[in-house]
């Protein structure tokens, strides 16, 4: 009987192609870059609301955000912050990989959102409206808008994509999580394009004041720009941010067909879960480092190949050391090699949103070859004892980049991204 020989093709190869961005520190990418380079955060005195009675003052918000400039007004008018945040930041990422979805077919493409306070700020005014004027003064708009899962109907709705539109809700991994998913709806041949990113608006009474007593945002604020400081003796906390990040995800050879500039190549996405507090990190890391492997593995890149990790790093005081003893206990001797840092005393920190910005720093740290620094870090804790570029950006030519999360009850998120070569 003669013998088949049955080979496994290799996995679709996905690629960046647009970036987009909506935050504190810039939303465009030349100013967004150049403050995440030089570690310049843009952190101030909340102005939202009155912080004056409460321990946490400073925040990382969005000032002279123009919605009109990416949506009609009425459209504008009727949505939740987050979710003009999600629009903008998918519009420019659209407008960016120069990708026109009146060419594509409907069925292969879709849209990924992820967020974790589903659109709190709508939330709040309709049940506002309810106790102070009765069930009449609720607006259809802000019940539709407060939902969870909006976010990712209103982008493809504004963008013309009609394949498919989720929602993906994982605490702080979210964003993360949600450009993940959208790699493996390419991968799986189901797409040629995606819209993946985050959006979050968490600066409102109700979000800040459950942080703030949680006591994991910092109480600094003799200095905002200064106020988080990640891997630092004196951390105390994050400081709260807005807005939004998205990418475009193609197929490799979608995106060569139309001569498209590829920022990156994400090679995979690895995700787990600790199962041991609704709040607090596993004492050893264990949920990183699983996240980590799977990553690793799936993307078939030994350890000691990775040059940069974004790190969560949320300037927690256990945070930035279980993160710490995750990546020390995975990479060995190579921990010692790895560049790492976080952004997030730059942009704040998007919960929801967070991975998905700093997956468009990531794609840029290999698109401009800079390792980006860890602002404010002047005088680090002796358990945070690896390499987390102080003070200033770091001219190197990045091959391979972790972006790492994780969120409330133990969800944590690893994203591999590459430098993109014809011949892998």
């Not at 030089?38 to 969005?62: M, Q, W």
């Not at 949680?214 to 807005?243: Q, Y």
């Not at 976080?342 to 942009?347: A, E, G, M, R, Y």
């Amino acid at each position: 009987m003669a013998s088949h020989a049955f080979t496994q093709e290799a996995p679709r190869r996905v690629v960046i192609t647009g970036l987009g961005m909506i935050a504190a520190n810039g939303s465009e990418p030349t100013s967004f870059w150049q403050s995440i380079r030089d570690g310049a955060s843009p952190a101030d005195i909340l102005t939202r609301f009155d912080v004056s009675n409460i321990p946490s003052k400073v925040g990382a918000e969005v000032r002279d955000f123009d919605p009109e400039k990416y949506m009609d007004r009425k459209t504008a008018r009727r949505l939740d912050r987050a979710l003009q945040f999600s629009i903008s930041a998918a519009r420019q990422a659209v407008t960016d990989a120069g990708i026109n979805f009146a060419d594509v077919d409907a069925d292969r493409c879709g849209v990924a959102e992820g967020t974790s306070m589903s659109n709190n700020e709508a939330a709040w005014e309709t049940k506002d409206a309810f106790l102070k004027r009765g069930y009449r003064a609720v607006s259809v708009s802000g019940v539709i808008s407060g939902a969870a899962g909006a976010g990712s109907g209103e982008v493809a709705h504004e963008l013309g994509v009609k394949g498919h539109a989720v929602t993906i809700c994982s605490s702080s991994a979210s964003g993360n999580d949600a450009i993940g998913y959208a790699l493996n709806m390419v991968r799986s041949e189901e797409v040629d394009v995606m819209i993946a990113g985050g959006a979050e608006a968490p600066l409102i009474e109700s979000a800040w004041g459950g942080l703030c007593a949680n006591r994991v945002m910092t109480r600094h604020c003799d200095d905002p720009s200064r106020a988080m400081r990640p891997f630092d003796k004196s951390r105390d906390g994050f400081i709260l941010g807005e807005g939004a990040g998205y990418v475009i995800l193609e197929e490799l050879s979608h995106a060569l067909g139309r001569g498209a500039k590829i920022y990156a190549e994400l090679a995979a996405h690895g995700r787990s879960c600790e199962a041991y507090h609704p709040l607090a990190p596993h004492p050893e890391g264990i949920g990183y480092h699983r996240a980590i492997e799977k990553a690793l593995k799936m993307a078939g890149i030994a350890r000691e190949e990775v040059d940069y990790i974004n790190a969560h790093g949320t300037a927690t005081t256990a945070n930035d050391v279980v993160e710490t003893k995750a990546i020390k206990r995975f990479f060995g001797d190579h921990s010692r090699r790895l560049s790492i840092s976080s952004t997030k005393p730059v942009t704040g920190h998007l919960m929801g949103g967070a991975g998905a910005l700093e997956a468009v720093v990531c794609a840029l740290a290999i698109d401009r070859a800079e390792i980006p620094p860890t602002a404010n870090l002047t005088d680090p804790d002796p358990e945070c004892d690896l390499d987390y570029v102080p003070a200033r950006a770091r001219a190197y030519p990045i091959d391979v980049v972790l972006n790492l999360n994780s969120g409330f009850g133990g969800k944590n998120s690893c994203m591999v991204l590459r430098r993109y070569s014809p011949s892998r």
